[in-house]
């Protein structure tokens, strides 16, 4: 990848790089849709991630070039106030770090940008947060700030994602493609952002399979979800549902936004234990905490689909309960997790190879990850 983004970079802008960033996509493990409401998350970050090679200018020009899309090419200026671009929405993430690096007060020169990457699209694994923290490292690094603080790179990233990408998203996948540890999971909490690495055991394999259904469009329902828990919130007067231990009889809260806190409660309550299992070895339960989300984002949530109902199944009839599967990420479409001991991935991959297909009629793409760093200069 790294001789592919070097040959990209000089056929647009020859002569070759000062610096290349990189940062990893994630793989939610437990906790999803917790984050925005202050809770815990349980992902870590994965091998798939996306590069940028970097090189200043000085005439406040950013121009990018992005290998993945075939080599289509964007340019901004640092002394306009930066815009989304319709045109070229892809680049609105490294726009919107620009922009949110600017306001955090960096002196950033222009800069030449070569992106390439290796993450599956609409498979919900974070592609944009690796794009953001891969491009706002670059700028940073640029801008004589190659130490910049982690945490502050994913809530600009996070801030491009509100602000450029209309998506109102939490902070858990920056945070955890800008601040995992290699082979373990982060445990976060979303209020104060403090994160816990929790090793993964050697013999455990992280396997990622992706429906084939892409995650396209679906903002809208994320942020519909999002107000519903904010109502919800207000409704118990608490300022986030993370402040609800147990959740209160429903007392005229309506039926679906009561639903939705009735996810988040539990699902916050699920995270914290599925953390100790984890760290406990405790295969079994933590595969019943699994089969736990995937039915609360069924049934309360509603963001699952039926054929990722029908895969995660497949799959938890295949490990049995020595391990779990679940829906991974935003929801509506996108991939599937599951955790099982090395020794059963053969036989379980060869179940969902026999018996799912993707919406085009293919066998799915299988993952077997191991957990990875966070953004990094190389
Ligand atoms: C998306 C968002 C995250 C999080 C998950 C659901 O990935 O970007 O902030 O809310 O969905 O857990």
């Known amino acids: 990848m790294i001789d592919a983004l070097h040959r990209l970079f000089g056929e647009h802008f020859g002569a070759g790089p000062e610096l290349v960033a990189r940062a990893p996509g994630r793989v939610n493990l437990i906790g999803e849709h917790t984050d925005y409401n202050d809770g815990f998350v349980l992902p870590c970050a994965i091998s798939r991630q996306t590069m940028v090679a970097a090189r200043r200018r000085d005439d406040g020009q950013v ?21 989304p671009d319709s045109a070229a929405p892809w680049s609105n993430y490294v726009r919107g770090v620009a922009d949110g690096l600017l306001e955090a007060g960096l002196d950033l020169p222009g800069a030449d940008l070569a992106i390439i990457g290796d993450m599956p699209q609409g498979a919900g694994l974070s592609s944009s947060a690796a794009l953001e923290n891969a491009a706002g490292l670059a700028l940073a ?13 994913a809530l600009i990233g996070q801030r491009a994602e509100h602000r450029f990408a209309g998506c109102q998203c939490g902070i858990m996948d920056q945070l955890v493609s800008a601040r995992a540890v290699a082979g373990a999971a982060l445990l976060i909490d979303c209020r104060s952002l403090e994160c816990a690495p929790v090793s993964l055991p050697d013999d455990l394999a992280v396997m990622i399979v992706h429906s084939g259904i892409e995650r396209g469009l679906v903002d ?17 007067g608490v300022a986030a549902l993370r402040d609800l231990a147990v959740l209160p009889a429903a007392g005229g809260l309506d039926p679906v936004a009561y639903a939705r806190a009735r996810h988040v409660v539990g699902e916050n309550a699920r ?57 991974t990420g935003g929801g509506f479409g ?3 997790v599951a955790l099982l001991p090395v020794a059963e991935v053969k036989r379980v991959r060869a179940a969902v190879l026999a018996s799912y297909r993707t919406p085009a009629g ?10 990875a760093a966070g953004a990094s200069l190389l």
């Open 271 to 327: 995270t914290l234990a599925a953390a100790d299992a984890l760290r406990a070895g405790d295969l079994a339960s933590l595969g019943a905490l699994m089969a736990e989300s995937h039915a609360a984002m069924r049934d309360d949530f509603q963001i699952t689909l039926p054929a990722i109902d029908a895969l995660v199944e497949l799959l938890q009839q295949a490990i049995g309960s020595v391990g779990g599967a679940r829906m």
């Open 63 to 83: 121009r990018i070039v992005a290998g993945d899309l075939g080599g289509v090419t964007t340019a901004f200026s640092l002394s306009e106030p930066i815009q």
């Open 141 to 153: 690094a640029l801008a004589g700030q190659p130490d910049f603080d982690r945490s502050r790179l």
């Open 334 to 336: 996108g991939a599937v």
């Open 220 to 236: 809208g329902e994320y942020n519909l979800r999002r107000q519903q828990c904010e109502a919800a919130a207000r409704h118990f």
């Open 362 to 371: 293919e066998p799915p793409l299988i993952m077997i990850e191991t957990p």
